[in-house]
């Protein structure tokens, strides 16, 4: 029997810092941190997001700066998103050996080296209706979809992509991604799968800063937020289909799946702190409700607590400026 009060106080171990610090059983440093950016082709302009207070588009034309400026500031790990202005049924120019997922990586890895860059691989920033992939009557077309994210991939892996991140949300896009992949000779670039990803009402202003044009929805393709064994099942299928990692999108509403999936598997598991869940903090800020700073380490915290090794937050150069 574990000792009972009054011999046990818990308390006793709270009463410094220097006490609570060595007993603190999760910690958040840099190497944890990817910072998820929108890029804009065809302007000269940062355009600030509205919903997202805090962080703009990127205008192509200035993401070399912006790179170095990230990565001087103690940031390790990228994630690009590109905002086309070259948009079509298909998404084709996510295809092209100079098209924006291609250019957006060369640009960072040339202007800083050192940082991870983990393209976002999805075809909903390239297509004229918004959707994940090629559209067949309604819904997004699987199988030739996949095929096409492989297309994608060795692009990406091409121009000099660390890690790629396909976020279609299809069955059999690990697979298709990791065999396209080696038959390109890429059997070294891991794969970051967006393994549990939900139909969340969450990604509202990620919409608007992208500029997607859906109408609808994606609960054909993501996953009803009220499933918990599926939730495992699809990190679990991308496991066997090769995944080097497992993310779960949104992070703070799932983190019992996160803690699912960190006892059912021993690949590195991803949070996505998303674009609602960054409003919700920066605007209940805004009103002076809640202390901002307090309130990101602590979400962040549970994250890592309930199983997450990294997290995708637009609050990492923030973290980063603040000091870890
Ligand atoms: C879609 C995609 C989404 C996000 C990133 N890629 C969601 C969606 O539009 O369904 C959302 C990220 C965020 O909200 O921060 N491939
Ligand atoms: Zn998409």
């Known amino acids: 029997m574990p000792a009972q009060f009054p011999q046990a106080?818990?308390?006793?171990?709270?009463?410094?810092?220097a006490l609570r610090d060595i007993v603190r059983e999760t910690s958040l440093k840099a190497e944890h941190l990817v910072y998820p950016i929108f890029v804009e082709e065809d302007t000269d302009e940062f355009t600030p997001i509205e919903g997202?207070?805090?962080q703009s588009r990127i205008p192509e034309s200035r993401l070399a700066d912006?790179?170095?400026?990230?990565?001087?500031?103690?940031?390790?790990?990228?994630?690009?998103?590109?905002?086309?202005?070259?948009k079509d049924e298909t998404g084709s120019d996510a295809l092209k050996e100079d098209g924006m997922?291609?250019?957006m990586v060369r640009i960072i890895k040339e202007a800083a080296p050192e940082l991870v860059v983990i393209p976002d691989i999805c075809f909903c920033e390239y297509t004229s209706h918004g959707h994940c992939g090629i559209l067949k009557g309604n819904t997004v077309d699987n199988d030739l979809t996949i095929k096409n994210l492989g297309i994608q991939a060795v692009q990406a892996a091409k121009a000099g992509a660390d890690i790629i991140a396909p976020s279609s949300a299809q069955d059999g896009q690990?697979?298709?991604i990791r065999e396209a992949l080696d038959e390109a000779g890429f059997e070294d670039i891991p794969i970051m799968a967006y393994s549990t990803k939900l139909a969340s009402a969450l990604y509202g202003p990620f919409r608007e800063a992208a500029g997607t044009e859906l109408k609808g929805d994606r609960k054909t393709y993501q996953m009803d937020p009220m499933n918990r064994r599926e939730a495992l099942r699809e990190s679990l299928a991308d496991e066997a289909e090769g995944a080097d990692f497992l993310m779960v999108k949104p992070a703070l509403a799932y983190l019992?799946?996160?803690?699912?999936?960190?006892?059912?598997s021993l690949l590195p598991l991803v949070a996505y702190q998303v674009s609602g869940e960054y409003a919700m903090i920066k605007f209940a800020a805004a009103q002076g409700v809640i202390d901002e700073s307090a309130v990101v380490r602590e979400t962040l915290g549970s994250m890592r607590r309930a199983g997450a090794d990294l997290i995708m937050t637009y609050f990492a150069p923030q973290l980063l400026e603040e000091g870890l």
Not at 9 to 17: A, G
Not at 69 to 86: D, E, V, Y
């Open 9 to 17: 106080r818990l308390r006793r171990l709270r009463s410094s810092s």
């Open 52 to 54: 997202m207070p805090g």
């Open 66 to 86: 912006e790179a170095r400026r990230l990565s001087a500031l103690g940031l390790r790990s990228i994630m690009p998103f590109g905002i086309s202005h070259h």
């Open 101 to 103: 997922v291609a250019r």
């Open 174 to 176: 690990v697979a298709a």
């Open 256 to 264: 019992d799946i996160m803690a699912d999936i960190r006892r059912n």
